[in-house]
């Protein structure tokens, strides 16, 4: 019999849910969240009640019995630092999530409704690889402020899942590969992975690494702690030129990639330029993550909503395609990444870790 596999994924807006059979999804949907409900909770972790009766409701609609479910998976949040992998929903991790001490996110409620849900009926409850993952060499985590250190933040889902896709490409087992992996999204996130761990990464949501569609990616810090101490901008503003306001849409005024590429086929030669600079800055990023390998890289892969994108994947390929092959995974199925964590555990393949 095949394994029956709740996914459930929050966002800001709407809570992502999806059924698996083994591998193939049956059943998705995207719950949407009014503002004015979201608004009424004043952090996060309130939110879950009605999030959890929303998930009830939709696999009512469907005609899914929660009975018929082998185990429930949520999307992990902001946790303490952990290294990668299937984890069970633990009371340590509940009550992290519950004080969010590394900061609200929707994506804190994962274990949370995953946990609920899946006790009611005595399934074991799971999260896979969280924003938090930190697998960092210590070497990597120095910079030359004793009072600043290297975060490991990035898209760790997404990029651990591909990386297993490309070591079944490869035949060889993702433990005894050496592989660079490039997210390409929003935020622009590029792992060094070795023998299946991730030993560096940019920090893709705190200003480090290359440029993105909406994030302005390291800057020279004279020019930057100019403009802080300026007078002319608040903390916020700020913040908002590195996140959500720069990249891509700071100087083209979006960070719509179709729209942009209509842009550079109707002759737009400054939309095409500024494409160039990021996918320039991609490649100059994969080529750093070469050396921390010493030159041993045995792919390079490309995934993310950009990976779409043929100007940006070719202007990536012919800059870095002398260091090793390339493959591509383009898009991001964070759904499909939750559900295979969780067979994976089911299955024997790997152990389930604990949270402590």
């Not at 569609?213 to 930057?224: I, Y």
């Not at 499909?336 to 402590?356: D, I």
């Given at each position: 019999?095949?394994?029956?596999?709740?996914?459930?994924?929050?966002?800001?807006?709407?809570?992502?849910?999806?059924?698996?059979?083994?591998?193939?999804?049956?059943?998705?949907?995207?719950?949407?969240h009014?503002?004015?409900?979201?608004?009424?909770?004043?952090?996060?972790?309130?939110?879950?009640?009605?999030?959890?009766?929303?998930?009830?409701?939709?696999?009512?609609?469907?005609?899914?019995?929660?009975?018929?479910?082998?185990?429930?998976?949520?999307?992990?949040?902001?946790?303490?630092?952990?290294?990668?992998?299937?984890?069970?929903?633990?009371?340590a991790?509940?009550?992290?999530?519950?004080?969010?001490?590394?900061?609200?996110?929707?994506?804190?409620?994962?274990?949370?409704?995953?946990k609920?849900?899946?006790?009611?009926?005595?399934?074991?409850?799971?999260?896979?690889?969280?924003?938090?993952?930190?697998?960092?060499?210590?070497?990597?985590?120095?910079?030359?402020?004793?009072?600043?250190?290297?975060?490991?933040?990035?898209?760790?889902?997404?990029?651990?899942?591909?990386?297993?896709?490309?070591?079944?490409?490869?035949?060889?087992?993702?433990?005894a590969?050496?592989?660079?992996v490039?997210?390409?999204g929003?935020?622009?996130?590029?792992?060094?992975?070795?023998?299946?761990r991730?030993?560096d990464?940019?920090?893709a949501?705190?200003?480090?690494?290359?440029?993105?569609?909406?994030?302005?990616?390291?800057?020279?810090?004279?020019?930057?702690?100019?403009?802080c101490?300026?007078?002319?901008?608040?903390?916020?503003?700020?913040?908002?030129?590195?996140?959500?306001?720069?990249?891509?849409?700071?100087?083209?005024?979006?960070?719509?990639?179709q729209?942009?590429?209509?842009?550079?086929?109707?002759?737009?030669?400054?939309?095409?330029?500024?494409?160039?600079?990021?996918t320039?800055?991609?490649?100059?990023?994969?080529?750093?993550?070469?050396?921390?390998?010493?030159?041993?890289?045995?792919?390079?892969?490309?995934?993310?909503?950009?990976?779409?994108?043929?100007?940006?994947?070719?202007?990536?390929?012919?800059?870095?395609?002398?260091?090793?092959?390339?493959?591509?995974?383009?898009?991001?199925?964070?759904m499909?990444?939750?559900?295979?964590?969780?067979?994976?555990?089911?299955?024997?393949?790997?152990?389930?870790?604990?949270?402590?």
């Open positions: 019999m095949p394994f029956k596999i709740l996914a459930i994924n929050p966002g800001s807006t709407s809570t992502k849910i999806a059924v698996f059979e083994d591998g193939t999804c049956r059943f998705k949907q995207s719950i949407r009014e503002t004015d409900e979201i608004a009424r909770y004043e952090r996060i972790i309130d939110q879950y009640p009605f999030r959890k009766q929303a998930i009830l409701a939709a696999l009512a609609t469907e005609n899914i019995p929660l009975d018929t479910l082998d185990a429930v998976v949520g999307r992990g949040g902001m946790l303490k630092p952990i290294e990668g992998g299937t984890y069970t929903v633990s009371e991790m509940l009550n992290y999530m519950k004080q969010a001490p590394r900061g609200e996110h929707a994506s804190n409620l994962g274990c949370i409704l995953a609920e849900i899946a006790d009611a009926y005595q399934l074991p409850s799971f999260i896979v690889d969280p924003v938090a993952v930190d697998e960092m060499e210590d070497i990597a985590r120095y910079t030359g402020m004793p009072d600043i250190r290297r975060d490991s933040l990035f898209h760790a889902l997404n990029q651990k899942a591909v990386s297993l896709k490309a070591a079944a490409d490869l035949g060889r087992p993702y433990t590969l050496t592989l660079i490039a997210h390409l929003g935020g622009i996130s590029v792992g060094v992975h070795r023998h299946g991730v030993i990464v940019n920090n949501l705190d200003g480090d690494g290359p440029m993105s569609p909406e994030r302005s990616g390291s800057v020279p810090l004279g020019p930057l702690y100019k403009m101490f300026s007078g002319q901008y608040t903390l916020k503003e700020i913040q908002k030129k590195n996140y959500g306001q720069g990249g891509l849409v700071a100087y083209l005024g979006t960070n719509d990639g729209e942009i590429e209509r842009r550079i086929n109707a002759g737009d030669t400054q939309a095409a330029f500024m494409v160039d600079v990021m320039y800055q991609i490649a100059k990023e994969i080529g750093s993550g070469a050396t921390v390998l010493k030159g041993d890289v045995d792919a390079i892969v490309l995934t993310g909503g950009l990976a779409y994108d043929e100007r940006v994947v070719e202007g990536i390929r012919e800059r870095v395609s002398f260091i090793a092959p390339i493959l591509i995974f383009p898009g991001e199925d964070e499909e990444a939750l559900a295979l964590g969780a067979l994976r555990v089911l299955n024997g393949e790997e152990a389930a870790k604990t949270y402590v």
